[in-house]
């Protein structure tokens, strides 16, 4: 357990180093598992060494989406008052991701 704690926060902060580093606009935890994917596939790291810790993250994910929802109450007025915008933006957001995920997916089938 503290071995699959130490690879994920490991790639957590290295993660943070680089953007400290570069000053890149990517959040670190993105970068972070950006290099266990990396190290996962190159083999550096197994999948039986972070595969407990991965499965309860996952196992209980709904709890970290808590304190945003919380959050989300405290600005309630905000959201009501600019109701239509955020659905609108998020509509077309869903359906500009949709489309362009289909089209990359098309052409990738067509060049395998």
Same mark, same amino acid.
């Given at each position: 357990?503290?071995r699959?704690?130490a690879?994920?926060?490991?790639?957590?902060a290295?993660g943070?180093?680089? *953007?400290?580093?570069? $000053?890149?606009?990517?959040p670190?935890?993105?970068?972070?598992?950006?290099?266990?994917?990396?190290?996962?596939?190159?083999g550096w790291?197994?999948?039986?060494?972070?595969?407990?810790?991965s499965?309860?993250?996952?196992?209980?994910?709904?709890?970290?989406? +808590?304190?945003? $929802? *919380?959050?989300?109450?405290?600005?309630?007025?905000?959201?009501?008052?600019?109701?239509?915008?955020? *659905?609108?933006?998020?509509? +077309?957001?869903?359906?500009?991701?949709?489309?362009?995920?289909?089209?990359?997916?098309?052409?990738?089938?067509?060049?395998?």
């Amino acid at each position: 357990m503290i071995r699959q704690c130490a690879i994920l926060f490991g790639c957590l902060a290295l993660g943070e180093l680089v *953007v400290y580093l570069t $000053g890149i606009k990517l959040p670190s935890s993105i970068i972070g598992m950006l290099f266990l994917t990396l190290f996962l596939r190159l083999g550096w790291i197994k999948l039986h060494w972070v595969q407990g810790m991965s499965d309860f993250l996952v196992a209980n994910l709904g709890f970290f989406f +808590i304190p945003p $929802g *919380v959050a989300l109450m405290c600005y309630l007025d905000i959201i009501q008052a600019q109701f239509w915008p955020i *659905v609108i933006a998020t509509l +077309i957001s869903t359906i500009v991701v949709l489309v362009i995920t289909g089209w990359v997916h098309q052409l990738m089938r067509k060049i395998k």
